[in-house]
């Protein structure tokens, strides 16, 4: 997905280049938009491009070139009655303009920005299905951010070793109670960090009693919390580390 949103920035700075800054900035206004589907580092990037090709396309050659096409402007009588203009004052006048543009496109953009940011939600936990899975109402089933617990004794299966304390764990922690929600990511609500009304990280929880392993490749503050309980549990030996 991130080549896709390269190549839309790609084709709307060329277009700027070549005098089809119109055709440029609403090529990269359309692709920002769909910035929260990026991480932060894209997202920052795609800011950038968008501000350059803006520049483009409120700067003098676009203006030039709608007048050529669409005939802007007094037309040749009037211009011979036109009194001068003073070229230094004109010039300070179209760089005011364009500071104010570029402003006006930096909030547009800052606001649409913060609209991809997932601010936490307090939802209720109806059930615990497993040591890393919770049942959640509004979501269904949603599993816990960075970490895998041991499979739990189903049916007449065993099971893995652990699994049983690490359900009873989660269960003591969060069953029948509101929590807050913490997706790491803005395109999916399937895995979430959860934090107790005391603000306690439960999937670090988890960890740090050895009932749970970092998983996959979390980043941000939560996950350097989560590295930190699986090194206080290695150190420990407990659980899953004995």
Same mark, same amino acid.
Request: aromatic share 10%.
């Given at each position: 997905?991130?080549?896709?949103f ?5 084709l709307?700075l060329?277009?700027a280049?070549?005098?089809?800054a119109?055709?440029?900035f ?6 920002f938009?769909l910035?929260?589907f990026l991480?932060?580092f894209?997202?920052v990037?795609?800011l950038s491009?968008f501000f350059?090709v ?6 003098p050659p ?7 096409r669409?005939?802007i402007?007094?037309s040749?009588?009037a211009?011979?009655?036109?009194p ?10 179209w760089?005011?303009l364009q500071i104010?543009r ?6 547009i953009?800052a606001a649409?920005y913060?609209?991809g940011?997932v601010?936490p ?20 089933r949603? /599993?816990?951010?960075g970490? *895998?617990?041991?499979r739990? =004794?189903? #049916?007449?299966?065993e099971? $893995?070793?652990f699994g049983?304390e &690490?359900?009873?764990r989660?269960?003591?922690?969060v069953t029948?109670r509101?929590?807050?929600l ?8 399937s ?7 005391d ?8 960890v /740090?009693?050895?009932?749970? *392993?970092?998983?996959?490749? =979390?980043? #941000?503050?939560?996950?350097? $919390?989560l590295?930190?309980?699986q &090194?206080s549990?290695?150190q ?6 004995r």
């Amino acid at each position: 997905m991130a080549a896709v949103f390269l190549a839309i920035d790609g084709l709307g700075l060329a277009a700027a280049r070549f005098r089809l800054a119109a055709f440029g900035f609403l090529l990269t206004a359309f692709g920002f938009l769909l910035t929260a589907f990026l991480p932060g580092f894209f997202a920052v990037f795609r800011l950038s491009v968008f501000f350059v090709v803006a520049f483009f396309a409120t700067g003098p050659p676009a203006a030039r070139v709608c007048k050529r096409r669409f005939r802007i402007g007094p037309s040749p009588a009037a211009r011979l009655h036109r009194p001068p203009r003073t070229p230094a004052n004109s010039l300070k006048a179209w760089w005011s303009l364009q500071i104010l543009r570029v402003l006006s496109l930096a909030a547009i953009a800052a606001a649409a920005y913060q609209q991809g940011i997932v601010r936490p939600e307090v939802v209720q936990i109806r059930a615990v299905l497993d040591g890393h899975t919770i049942d959640v109402a509004g979501y269904g089933r949603v /599993r816990l951010a960075g970490i *895998r617990a041991p499979r739990p =004794p189903r #049916g007449a299966g065993e099971g $893995e070793p652990f699994g049983r304390e &690490a359900r009873e764990r989660l269960e003591g922690m969060v069953t029948h109670r509101f929590v807050r929600l913490e997706f790491p990511s803005s395109a999916s609500r399937s895995a979430a960090y959860v934090l107790l009304e005391d603000g306690t990280f439960v999937n670090a929880t988890l960890v /740090r009693d050895g009932l749970a *392993r970092v998983s996959g490749r =979390p980043s #941000g503050p939560r996950a350097e $919390e989560l590295q930190r309980a699986q &090194a206080s549990a290695q150190q420990l030996k407990l659980g899953l580390w004995r």
